[in-house]
């Protein structure tokens, strides 16, 4: 449980890359919860004076890391980062206890929100981070890995060795699917996405919850 004191509830979405997650949160904000982006405020964090000039001090000289409007290209940091676990190590050690910051402020605005019916915490690197621990529940969003290589492709170019380089860099499937309370597939379009959904509030008690 969060600690939260018998506040709303908090969902925490979390998956395989391209299965989805993002998707399921729009389909809980549909049914009254307050999604806290842990993704954007990802990149956000990158943004910040401190943090940015670390990470032109450490990978400045390995290529161009800034775009034309003076912010730091997330590719080509990508890039470089994901060639090296050490690497990329340094860099969640940067950025990671901010965005732990700012999900944690997040969540208690939309706590204190009196349209929220619950909140909704999406976040690729949630259990990594050791952020599952302020979620009553966790949704593991899960898909063949044909079409996740068809949805990375179509929405941010990767190929097949790309993707499997991310996920390198995550914990196992199966290891996050045991930290889970649920797994929902998203294999059959979105009425059976949105159904199974619905069938975990129902079971959870959240359908219906009110402040």
Not at 66 to 83: C, E, M, Q, W
Not at 107 to 125: M, Y
Not at 179 to 203: K, S
């Amino acid at each position: 449980m969060t600690g939260w004191q018998g506040a709303k509830p908090v969902i925490g979405v979390v998956g395989a890359i391209g299965a989805g997650k993002s998707t399921v949160a729009a389909v809980l904000a549909a049914r009254g919860g307050a999604v806290v982006d842990a993704d954007a405020l990802g990149h956000d964090a990158l943004e910040q004076p401190e943090t940015r000039r670390q990470v032109l001090d450490r990978w400045g000289a390995q290529g161009n890391l800034l775009k034309p409007d003076g912010r730091i290209d997330r590719r080509t940091l990508a890039a470089i980062v994901f060639a090296d676990p050490g690497e990329r190590s340094v860099l969640e050690g940067l950025v990671f206890p901010y965005i732990g910051k700012r999900v944690l402020q997040a969540i208690a605005q939309a706590l204190a929100d009196p349209a929220a019916k619950f909140v909704v915490v999406d976040a690729a690197v949630m259990i990594e981070a050791g952020w599952d621990g302020v979620c009553d529940r966790v949704i593991y969003v899960d898909a063949p890995r044909s079409a996740r290589t068809m949805r990375v492709a179509a929405r941010s170019g990767w190929t097949d060795a790309a993707l499997a380089a991310r996920e390198a860099a995550q914990w196992p499937a199966e290891e996050k699917k045991k930290r889970a309370t649920a797994v929902v597939v998203n294999d059959a379009g979105p009425e059976r996405l949105e159904e199974q959904i619905d069938r975990l509030l129902e079971e959870w008690g959240y359908r219906n919850w009110s402040s």
